[in-house]
């Protein structure tokens, strides 16, 4: 409550400040999820999480804005001074952030131009590869110059980011990103944006070159929704080399398809197929830290080994910023969107019970790309049930639950998880998932 109060009064105070702004307008979200999984690690994880945001918005001529943002994440009781006995207060006292803190100007150079710079989200349609979610409760932002070209049917946006200055040289040791991303909305039925982003890393031992074009077509019309997005990645992978110590690069295709059909009906049922691909590494091998198992190094050497001329694989596709998730027990346990070199296959239904009342199930069965050698290459299949709540215009709740009927591919320790540069340390298990959140908007 200190830290809400220290928010309020602080809002406060700015808008006494500057009360001859125009359009001040104050905001704030407050969300929280209880987690509960019941897995391969045995002891299981359970905690309750906290999102507590506020933000101001002022209007200093009629093209001319800014808008600041705080974010507090926490957990249930990590606050308190739990050691009550004896007095000691060990709680944080550095976690509350600016999360967003940016300028708008519109109408620049007396064109259908704004320029958005400052510590801002950035996210394109549904996140699959560009978002600023990285769970239900989480959120990240980039410190970016955003340029957004609209005109008619077309709109344009470019940005250039940095995502880790390390280095008082120029580019030297800095990570950036940049972007374009461009939408033509021809009807209903159809439109298209075609997209590019680039990260470059400067970190030592060499520069890494990440280049990924992609492009989503998606509609709507007579009941049917489709929305298909495909990706390709390529590049060099000097950070993963120093690794690994052989050559890495990025040559990987993934996608992901969605076809849907709404029933005209007072429930609105909403049933739905799709599937996706993220390519795994051409050498499955090639990220393993078993000697035996890759045989290709030169002695097959980790942290430190020689390198091997005749050895060059490529890395599994990067989900770089993506905030869709495909499993919160696969997705978020272990790394938010990190899981990839797998292919999918789903389907479910929506339904609205009541005015305020919705639910959904889905069925989704995992496989993996490319699996070690003598690995089975079945992850599992995945159901999903969800009951959510509409209380008020502001106020939601659902309660949700995840079970997956786990398969040999995840025992074998295939190269699944973060980006497949690692592999998870399992037991024989099925894994539960068991989620209850609440957010509210003012």
């Not at 993220?278 to 050498?283: A, T, Y």
């Not at 995992?366 to 049930?385: C, E, Q, R, W």
Request: with cysteine; aromatic share 16%; glycine share 10%.
């Amino acid at each position: 409550m200190r830290k809400v109060a220290v928010f309020v009064l602080a809002i406060g105070l700015m808008g006494m400040a500057y009360a001859d702004l125009q359009n001040v307008t104050v905001g704030g979200e407050l969300r929280m999820r209880g987690r509960w999984w019941d897995d391969w690690n045995d002891t299981g994880l359970k905690y309750v999480e906290q999102l507590t945001a506020l933000h101001v918005n002022a209007d200093f001529t009629d093209n001319v804005s800014a808008f600041i943002q705080f974010h507090s994440y926490n957990r249930w009781g990590e606050d308190f001074r739990s050691n009550y006995l004896t007095g000691l207060d060990s709680r944080p006292t550095d976690d509350v952030a600016i999360h967003q803190a940016y300028i708008n100007v519109e109408e620049l150079f007396g064109a259908p131009l704004r320029l958005r710079v400052g510590r801002q989200e950035l996210t394109f349609a549904k996140a699959w590869l560009l978002g600023s979610q990285t769970s239900p409760t989480m959120w990240y932002s980039y410190d970016a110059l955003r340029l957004t070209y609209k005109e008619g049917k077309f709109t344009l946006d470019g940005w250039m980011s940095k995502l880790a200055d390390n280095s008082p040289n120029e580019e030297d040791g800095d990570v950036d990103y940049y972007g374009l991303y461009a939408t033509y909305n021809a009807c209903d039925w159809f439109n298209v944006s075609p997209y590019w982003v680039y990260i470059r890393d400067g970190r030592t031992p060499g520069v890494s070159h990440l280049h990924t074009p992609a492009l989503r077509v998606w509609g709507a019309g007579s009941g049917f929704d489709y929305n298909v997005e495909l990706a390709y990645q390529f590049g060099e992978s000097e950070q993963a080399s120093a690794i690994f110590k052989h050559d890495l690069d990025y040559n990987a295709f993934a996608g992901d398809v969605e076809l849907g059909y709404t029933f005209d009906a007072n429930c609105k049922p909403r049933v739905f197929v799709g599937g996706a691909y993220f390519g795994g590494e051409d050498n499955p091998n090639s990220s393993s830290t078993n000697p035996a198992a890759r045989p290709g190094w030169s002695g097959g050497a980790y942290f430190g080994g020689e390198d091997n001329p005749n050895t060059d694989d490529d890395l599994s596709f990067n989900r770089l910023f993506s905030g869709q998730w495909y499993s919160s027990i696969l997705d978020i346990r272990d790394g938010a969107s990190a899981m990839t070199n797998f292919w999918q296959v789903r389907g479910g239904l929506t339904a609205n019970a009541t005015k305020a009342i919705s639910t959904g199930l889905s069925l989704a069965y995992f496989g993996i790309v490319d699996a070690i050698d003598n690995a089975d290459d079945g992850i599992g299949t995945m159901s999903h049930v969800w009951v959510r709540y509409q209380y008020s215009a502001d106020l939601w709740l659902r309660i949700g639950w995840e079970h997956l009927f786990k398969e040999d591919g995840l025992t074998d320790g295939n190269w699944i998880f973060h980006n497949g540069l690692s592999r998870p340390t399992l037991n024989d298990r099925d894994a539960d998932y068991l989620y209850f959140d609440t957010q509210v908007k003012f």
